[in-house]
């Protein structure tokens, strides 16, 4: 089985990745670049012309997505996002994510739940122009709602085997993103639902697993990626959003039984019960606590006048003894 790892550098938006593995694998690296200058140790270069001069995101889209002549050649490739870099040679990769009976592998999104949600994080973070996602969004909305429920995939790893299939579902992706956003994760799902393709999905960590690491970004030209911000939105997408958040509420209701709640009940009639009683306790306790205040004042009154009175019959019985004793002297004189 032949297999290729190839990346894709257009416009210098990044440098190119070094591929350590590479000097064990007996795989090729490619790179499809623009740049007359651009040199590397572990890949091999093939100089392209980009498709859109005046819009290099969608022209590097071409090459991820539909290939290049020279691929033909492999049984399966392997695309890398420039900034991924590989920590297991691509004969472990394909052993290990793409199974005999899947011509596609790819790694699902590991921190978002649905492409509706990937669709708000490309508006907030101006990654494209938000007219042209809001059409998309609103495309999906009414004719292809399930590509909106979908759970997104990630885009940094694409694994295919030269199959016709294949071919198709590619065709379907690039032609969305030549239609609307250029950020091709929106649209990856859709393309794989509408050409029948179903992909093994993988639950690895898109950041860092034992079979690569992303991203290791050196010199990224990030401001390429954004767009300007504007604020507003499709309405549909609020009601795809309500229609989502219902589906969420009825599923907590269905888990609510009627016994389930029952005993909700009760449980919650045992603690009301619980807490009255335990006021009740505390207000005797506090009365309790009052009278022995009380108490304690009442004896520390009592024997402070005891305290005084007794300095007072001290203080008379020396007065006394003084007298009896001038009245001996006195006495004596006479």
């Known amino acids: ?16 990745l ?16 623009d740049s007359q200058n651009l040199v590397s140790e572990t890949w091999r270069l093939e100089r392209v012309d ?83 996602v809001y059409e998309q969004l609103t495309d999906y909305a009414v004719h292809f709602p399930a590509a909106l429920d979908a759970r997104p995939l990630w885009g940094g790893m694409l694994i295919r085997r030269n199959t016709q299939h294949v071919a198709d579902a590619m065709r379907i992706w690039f032609y969305q993103v030549l239609r609307y956003s250029r950020r091709d994760q929106l649209s990856l799902p859709f393309a794989l639902q509408a050409a029948g393709l ?43 959003r309500a229609v989502q958040r219902i589906k969420e509420l009825e599923a907590q209701l269905a888990d609510c039984e009627p016994a389930a ?8 009639a045992q603690q009301a019960a619980e807490i009255e009683e335990g006021f009740a306790e505390r207000v ?28 007072r019959i001290r203080k008379y019985a020396r007065a006394l003894a003084v007298k009896l004793t001038r009245g001996r002297l006195l006495a004596g004189k006479r």
């Open 50 to 132: 980009p498709l859109l001069p005046q819009d290099l995101h969608r022209s590097s889209r071409e090459y991820k997505i539909l290939g290049h002549p020279v691929l033909q050649q492999y049984d399966v490739t392997i695309c890398i996002d420039a900034s991924v870099l590989l920590r297991s040679t691509p004969e472990q990769i394909v052993a290990q994510l793409l199974p005999e009976e899947f011509d596609m592998a790819l790694l699902a999104h590991s921190y978002r739940d649905t492409v509706l949600d990937e669709f708000d994080e490309v508006v907030r973070l101006n990654y494209d122009d938000r007219f042209r």
């Open 1 to 16: 089985m032949r297999i290729c790892v190839y990346t894709v550098l257009l416009g210098g938006y990044d440098t190119l």
């Open 284 to 311: 005797r306790l506090e009365q309790n606590i009052e009278g022995l205040r009380r108490r304690q004042w009442e004896l520390e009154y009592v024997a402070a006048r005891r305290s005084s009175m007794s300095r």
């Open 18 to 33: 070094e591929q350590v593995v590479a000097a064990n694998s007996k795989a090729d690296f490619l790179c499809f670049s």
């Open 198 to 240: 179903t992909p093994h999905v993988v639950e690895l960590d898109n950041f860092q697993s034992e079979l690569h690491e992303w991203p290791v970004i050196a010199g990224r030209k990030v401001v390429q990626g954004k767009a300007p911000a504007f604020a507003h939105g499709p309405m549909v997408a609020e009601l795809r």
């Open 261 to 268: 709640v029952a005993a909700l009940r009760n449980r919650i």
